[in-house]
């Protein structure tokens, strides 16, 4: 059981790339999100689906797209990187929000934008 | 809408000292979730605790307990007897439990720092 597994754990972006961050999780949940962490701003929401293709914006979606095809996998779009975005990302799962545990985090990934 | 308030940014102690960290939540709904994770400085969130409206119960585990006052919206963490291990960032947080009203809503979190 491997929980939420994020790939890549570090990556520099150059202005304009685009890149996509992986965000896996063989629990069965049904919900999952991605999340941003920037200094004094605590965690924020970028997307979450509450199931496979179901999602929908968070907090500060600009700039990025998901898509969930499966229940297993919610990969998160950089479409043309800033460095508004250089952050560290986290992606996170839950098979009942309000439950025991909540949600699951990854390890997280962190990202410069250069 | 929903909010979170961790007031104090950042905290420093003594070894051996007991701490609160404070959290105030805003919600109309009478159904929600506090949770309040760990976020050491290898960087991963590690959860803590999880407490429903309904049960306003306090919580003690070790050295850490939680007291949980619907009446002031609050849901505040204490530390006793403090360890340099517990140097870490808190965050508390909130969800209202299902669909789209079931993703977590942070508070900018406290850094505590614990000095030997």
């Known amino acids: 059981n491997a929980g939420v597994t994020q790939t890549p754990k570090f990556q520099v972006l150059k202005t304009g790339q685009s890149m996509t961050l992986q965000c896996a999780q063989d629990?069965?949940?049904?919900?999952m999100s991605w999340y941003r962490q920037d200094p004094g701003m605590g965690l924020r929401l970028i997307h979450y689906s509450v199931g496979a293709g179901i999602t929908d914006q968070g907090e500060v979606p600009n700039g990025y797209n998901v898509s969930r095809s499966t229940t297993e996998d919610f990969p998160l779009r950089l479409l043309s990187a800033a460095p508004s975005q250089t952050s560290v990302y986290f992606c996170?799962?839950?098979?009942?929000?309000?439950?025991?545990?909540?949600?699951?985090f990854g390890s997280g990934t962190r990202l410069t934008v250069v | 809408a929903q909010k979170v308030t961790q007031a104090q940014t950042e905290i420093s102690v003594v070894e051996k000292e007991d701490v609160t960290l404070d959290c105030v939540y805003e919600?109309?709904?009478?159904?929600?979730?506090l949770f309040w994770y760990k976020q050491p400085p290898s960087g991963e969130l590690v959860f803590l605790i999880r407490?429903?409206?309904?049960?306003?119960q306090n919580e003690i585990s070790g050295r850490y307990s939680w007291n949980f006052q619907k009446s002031t919206s609050s849901f505040n963490f204490t530390i006793t007897a403090s360890q340099v291990v517990d140097s870490a960032v808190y965050f508390c947080a909130l969800t209202l439990g299902g669909g789209s009203q079931g993703n977590l809503i942070f508070g900018k979190g406290t850094k505590l720092s614990v000095k030997p």
């Open positions: 919600t109309r709904d009478t159904t929600y979730y």
């Open positions: 996170a799962s839950s098979y009942l929000p309000g439950g025991d545990y909540g949600y699951t």
């Open positions: 629990m069965n949940h049904e919900y």
């Open positions: 407490r429903n409206s309904f049960d306003e």
